[in-house]
């Protein structure tokens, strides 16, 4: 895409924004016979979600927002009950989120920077533990020149950083298919061997090397660059989901039903049914903001002249999430002052990263052993995982742990079925540009349907595109 491509992109949608005011999009009149429950019912009631319906209530558009959840936020949530109030969700608020800063700023949220924390770790591999600096010199260290002094998360993205094909943030989706392999293949043909990319593997932020494409590695480095450049990433003041609590709080009074799980959505022509907690709802519009894993557990019916239907259903049953399952434990002492290493740690066994939470005052308050992929199986229960981080501290550190909450990512997790969606190799030439593209009177968001944006901030630009869309599609001919 070239420069004036994009100035247009960005200048069409300025010019949206300044021709949506208060009373721009009048919501049809229902049939006759037909009493809809409101002029936009939207489903799931995180970032993307509760974005939508606070614009579309802000022009006079009566919302009706459904979860399935006893709480909104979807994948925000801030774990109050641990010690240190870690994140279970979405957490870092970078300089380009405009969305994101000016809901806070509106709702009377402060963003703030990360206090100073020590970010050093120990790297565990082969059952011996070491201090990063030596690492280079190890002989468990697989890693080719002139990459041995990197941990293996960052090996990745450094070898990725070297090669990365995409200008700017919009080039992702023009990537050449030749270019959109895995990004197993990509380190093979970098000089990684196979004991080099099996420890990378390891804490990838994703589900496996070969079933992720390097594309998604290249994108994040092009957006992280773009934000970095204006300062470091921030965060909502007392956790995430003050965020998302404020957004919902700020709703008009009956806008939002909790504990409304999705059965049905169906396109009729001139309106949309939802069948969710055991009855039927309707209205002229719907916004379905589920990821892709909960979408697949509705009966979804397309509108009859959808062109993009078995595209959709395609992008739906395949698009990839990733597992994560976090184990957040107490140390039982200060391992970290006896044995001289950092607190954090880096291992090729089943705990994979470690992270440590702080308090108010600084000190250590707990710990987030971080999980992706195939070692976050769905299959173990919550005292299987803290039996078996007490054992790996123990092993590894000479001291135990005491679990306190297991948060779980996965297939397995209703509304959700995953952390975050990422691309595997030759979806986004087939898939991109088009399985967000409205059925009928349904449209979409999610952070999956994001363009200039991932995470948090392309979660709410995905709500901000679906919510134009109903407001151009309800506005008088």
């Known amino acids: 895409m070239d420069l004036n491509r994009r100035k247009f992109a960005l200048l069409s949608g300025a010019a949206l924004l300044a021709a949506c005011g208060p009373g721009a999009a009048p919501a049809a009149a229902p049939a006759i016979g037909r009493r809809d429950d409101a002029d936009v019912i939207i489903l799931g009631a995180g970032l993307s979600g509760l974005h939508a319906a606070r614009m579309l209530a802000d022009i006079g558009m009566k919302v009706l927002v459904l979860e399935a959840a006893s709480r909104p936020g979807g994948r925000m949530m801030t774990l109050d009950d641990v010690p240190g109030q870690p994140e279970g969700g979405g957490q870092q608020v970078g300089q380009t989120y405009a969305r994101i800063r000016k809901s806070a700023l509106d709702l009377g949220i402060r963003v703030l920077p990360y206090p100073t924390r020590p970010r050093d770790a120990a790297i565990a591999v082969g059952g011996r533990i070491m201090p990063m600096a030596d690492w280079a010199g190890a ?36 990537i050449a298919p030749e270019a959109d392999v895995s990004a197993d293949a ?102 379905c903001s589920l990821p892709f894993p909960a979408l697949r ?94 054992a790996e501290f123990r092993r590894l550190r000479g001291s135990g742990v005491r679990g306190v909450r297991v948060v779980r990512w996965d297939e397995t997790t209703p509304g959700a079925g995953g952390a975050y969606m990422h691309w ?50 309800a506005a008088p001919a």
């Open 424 to 473: 595997a190799p030759g979806q986004i030439g087939e898939w991109a540009g088009r399985m967000g593209a409205p059925s009928g009177r349904i449209h979409f968001a999610g952070e999956h349907l994001s363009f200039l944006h991932t995470g948090m901030e392309g979660a709410m630009e995905s709500g901000e595109s679906a919510a134009y869309g109903v407001m151009e599609a």
């Open 297 to 390: 557990q509705v009966a979804f019916t397309a509108a009859e002249a959808d062109p993009a239907t078995e595209l959709r259903r395609a992008a739906i049953s395949g698009l990839p999430y990733t597992r994560i399952h976090q184990v957040h434990v107490i140390p039982e002492a200060r391992y970290w002052e006896a044995d001289g290493l950092p607190a954090e740690m880096w291992t090729d066994g089943p705990l994979e990263r470690v992270f440590a939470n702080y308090d108010e005052h600084g000190g250590l308050a707990s710990l987030t052993c971080w999980i992706n992929g195939t070692a976050a199986d769905p299959s173990r229960n919550d005292e299987d995982w803290f039996a078996l981080a007490d």
């Open 139 to 174: 002989a468990e260290n697989p890693l080719p020149e002139p990459y041995r002094a990197l941990s293996p998360s960052a090996a990745l993205l450094v070898t990725a950083g070297r090669a990365n094909p995409f200008a700017d943030n919009y080039a992702w989706r023009e």
């Open 186 to 287: 990509f380190l093979a043909a970098q000089g990684f061997d196979g004991a080099a990319r099996a420890l990378i593997d390891t804490s990838l932020n994703g589900n496996s090397l070969a079933t992720y494409s390097i594309a998604n590695t290249w994108r994040s480095l092009t957006l992280y660059a773009e934000d970095s450049g204006l300062g470091p990433s921030e965060r909502i003041e007392g956790g995430s989901s003050r965020l998302t609590e404020a957004m919902a709080a700020s709703l008009p009074g009956g806008a939002l039903l909790l504990e409304t799980r999705i059965e049905a959505l169906t396109e009729r022509g001139d309106h949309v049914e939802i069948r969710a907690g055991g009855r039927t709802f309707t209205a002229p519009f719907a916004i």
